[in-house]
């Protein structure tokens, strides 16, 4: 870590290791194996400067062990950072002071079905796409949709309040988030919202918690509200001659439509030809300057033609070359595998990269989109752009040119977020849509918020957890550090 | 020189909800989501490139019930020509022999063909019969496993074909009956302008008297193929995790993995 702030953190001795092992059994204790410990010292974020390792990781089966977890953390003043799948973008995992990794794996059960509330109660641990897999025979779905469903968690995605692909239209994973059983950061049990559609009873703690990074709070189970199974979906995939046609496209399609699509996805051409590369795809994308990936559901097959008939032809007649058709679960996986391997395309062809995340209103997206060519011109720089049009969240990755060195690019790499940052913000954004703050945006938050903003959220840090025992140096800092003043 | 190319198609499952009924030994296709059988299209893509280089016209033909059309208009939504759906309750539980047998009746009653294309086998019965069996029928020459159609002449062609060995190129007589491999092309998207040209397409639906097929050989009793048993194999799959800490250990995991190798593969 460069910047470690003057903390009062205690080590983890045997005694406590001794202690953890009485509560969760001695098997589900990993300390003293570097190697063991070394796989939660990162998440997906990518490069080494983010990682630190946990000095003991700990695997509870109860909400009772995590409450007695937590409590002997505050006693002893050691950090607790609470772990998923590992597969965030921001760091949230990470225990940047060390301490106690608390792994959510054996949580995993799905407790409750209810068709009657068309809800769903699972623990933390549950695989995203599972749910889906459960009540998909019920015809019943669960909306969320991150671009890595099949490996991320629940309890994950409800720490970071996930968004994803289809977020234009079913909004994002708080939008389902009706009742949590939280342990405090104190080690207190308590029950948030429930099987509820209205509920003002006191404040709306249940969406404090969701989006929190870990920081408030550890879900041990999760009430998330289903809706019906759509009957009938179709991907369109249209190709544009350029990216100013293909993000200009996006605000008329909704507009002049009338429908809501699914997903409108931007994809441009260093993106998707990274992708495609990578996955071996050979859709004529060679004359194409970007692509809209846009899907509509429905409860007929009847109605969804007429809407990608309409939304097709819009296409076409605002330049698109060609617009292709998915209509059934292989095709539309053949489409959609391309949007969702983009980040994995580039971890192959470089470390030195920075995945952002950053968000406007929707209608500002081509003025984004343009704003990030002119500063890719400026700096020289690749900065393939992708991501969720549809709801004003792109997902720009800053690549280092081969030839650079680690030096140019760790100094270069700072300006282009600030700058990046700025850009972001003069449009009325904010530097995260889905992936979270972390300890990896934390410095930038201060561009883009006020400090009155700031000063509100270490109240509510603080008054949950005095101690800062819970996920410790994530989001902001509780004592206000030199840097996050030069907006 | 243009040419007149067939292609044989089927619905199947999707491919991720491919399930058996282990009392009839037959596949689950009701409530399932159906799409084009994903070797066939290899089929339909050769068949395109074939008819941007020489010209001409293709039909897709499909055996299956009356939803099997739909497999027929994704294919012209790719750019195929036509479409011809064999349907009758007398086709019903046809395996490979009686399945060729009625498809090589349609391909006789369609007449002038040059090429018949096939994908190497469905991803649901797994086979691999039918083309093979439509030339035995229809008494043509048979390529199988073609990786490259290299050239069409006025009256033969050559082909490029997996075998075990590598691959061997043969000079086939028109008509030929060739099922290809995924190396033969990779299959393009169906267009908007496809699928709305597919919905305009009439599609004939033939049945067995329509092409004067003997009833004895088509269905479940012209078949002379009975599924007597499904064995689903036993997931054996074990991990041994050879650590090394030092040198001697170094030897000792080289030598397990060493000896491991020679056992599997004896």
């Not at chain 1, 990162?42 to 003991?56: F, L, R, Y």
Request: hydrophobic letters at 40%; proline letters at 5%.
């Amino acid at each position: 870590m460069s910047e470690e702030p003057n903390t009062n953190y205690q080590k983890v001795t045997d005694r406590i290791v001794e202690e953890l092992q009485a509560i969760v059994g001695e098997r589900y204790v990993i300390y003293g194996d570097a190697d063991a410990l070394e796989a939660y010292s990162h998440d997906e974020t990518g490069g080494k400067q983010w990682a630190h390792p946990p000095e003991v990781a700990v695997r509870p089966e109860t909400t009772e062990q995590i409450a007695a977890i937590m409590k002997l953390a505050n006693r002893e003043r050691i950090p607790v950072t609470p772990r998923g799948a590992g597969s965030g973008l921001s760091g949230g995992a990470v225990p940047i002071y060390g301490g106690i990794v608390l792994l959510s794996d054996r949580m995993n059960r799905i407790l409750e079905i209810d068709t009657d509330n068309l809800m769903i109660t699972v623990e933390p641990a549950v695989i995203t796409s599972e749910i889906n897999e459960q009540v998909e025979p019920l015809r019943l779905f669960y909306a969320g949709y991150p671009m890595s469903m099949e490996t991320c968690s629940i309890g994950g995605n409800v720490a970071e309040n996930a968004g994803g692909g289809k977020a234009i239209k079913y909004g994002v994973t708080s939008r389902y988030v009706l009742g949590l059983e939280v342990v405090t950061p104190t080690g207190d049990i308590v029950q948030l919202g429930g099987k509820l559609i209205k509920d003002v009873t006191g404040y709306n703690l249940v969406q404090l918690m969701v989006g929190s990074e870990g920081t408030l709070g550890i879900f041990t189970k999760i009430t998330l509200k289903l809706l019906p199974l759509p009957q009938a979906q179709v991907d369109l995939l249209c190709l544009f001659s350029s990216p100013e046609q293909a993000i200009g496209a996006v605000t008329t399609i909704i507009t002049a439509c009338g429908i809501i699509p699914t997903a409108v996805e931007f994809i441009d051409r260093q993106s998707f030809e990274a992708s495609c590369k990578y996955l071996n795809e050979t859709l004529p994308y060679q004359d194409a300057g970007a692509m809209l990936l846009i899907t509509l559901d429905g409860h007929s097959p009847d109605q969804v033609q007429n809407d990608y008939e309409a939304v097709g032809e819009k296409c076409m007649e605002l330049g698109a070359t060609e617009v292709y058709v998915a209509d059934n679960p292989t095709t539309s996986e053949r489409i959609w595998r391309i949007r969702r391997n983009i980040p994995e395309a580039y971890n192959l062809i470089t470390q030195r990269q920075s995945g952002e995340d950053i968000v406007v209103p929707p209608a500002s997206i081509p003025q984004l989109v343009a704003k990030i060519r002119r500063l890719a011109e400026k700096y020289d720089v690749l900065i393939p752009t992708y991501g969720h049009a549809g709801d004003g969240n792109l997902h720009s990755r800053l690549v280092s040119k081969p030839e650079w060195s680690d030096e140019y690019w760790n100094e270069l790499l700072p300006r282009l977020q600030t700058e990046l940052y700025q850009l972001t913000a003069q449009l009325g954004g904010r530097i995260s849509g889905e992936h979270g703050i972390g300890h990896k945006r934390k410095k930038y938050l201060a561009h883009v918020v006020s400090q009155e903003y700031i000063t509100m959220l270490r109240a509510i840090k603080r008054a949950l957890d005095p101690n800062n025992i819970l996920n410790p140096g994530k989001i902001f800092d509780m004592e206000p550090s030199s840097t996050e003043s030069i907006t | 020189m243009e040419k007149r190319i067939i292609v044989c198609i089927k619905q199947t499952p999707d491919t991720r909800s491919v399930k058996m009924d282990e009392a009839t030994g037959t596949v689950i296709r009701e409530g399932v989501p159906a799409i084009v059988n994903p070797l066939d299209l290899y089929a339909i893509e050769a068949a395109l490139n074939l008819r941007e280089s020489y010209g001409g016209e293709i039909t897709a033909v499909s055996m299956g019930p009356a939803k099997a059309i739909e497999a027929l208009r994704e294919a012209i939504s790719m750019g195929i020509d036509n479409g011809v759906l064999l349907c009758d309750g007398a086709f019903a539980g046809s395996d490979t022999w009686a399945t060729s047998y009625a498809l090589a009746g349609a391909i006789k009653h369609l007449g002038g063909v040059d090429i018949i294309l096939c994908g190497e086998r469905a991803t649901d019965g797994d086979t691999g019969q039918v083309g093979p069996g439509i030339a035995a029928w229809l008494d043509l020459p048979v390529a199988t496993y073609v990786s490259t159609i290299e050239t069409i002449e006025k009256k033969t062609c050559r082909l490029r074909r997996c075998v075990e060995t590598g691959y061997e190129t043969l000079t086939a007589k028109l008509p030929v009956v060739v099922t290809v491999v995924k190396e033969v092309s990779n299959p393009r998207l169906p267009t908007l302008r496809g699928k709305q040209r597919a919905r305009q397409v009439d599609i004939p639906i033939l049945t067995a008297d329509d092409l004067k097929l003997d009833k004895s050989k088509l269905g479940l009793q012209g078949s002379p193929t009975r599924v007597v048993k499904i064995v689903k194999p036993k997931i054996t799959r074990k991990t041994t995790l050879l650590t090394v800490k030092n040198e001697a250990t170094l030897d000792q995991a080289t030598g397990a993995l060493a000896a491991f190798i020679t056992e599997t593969c004896k």
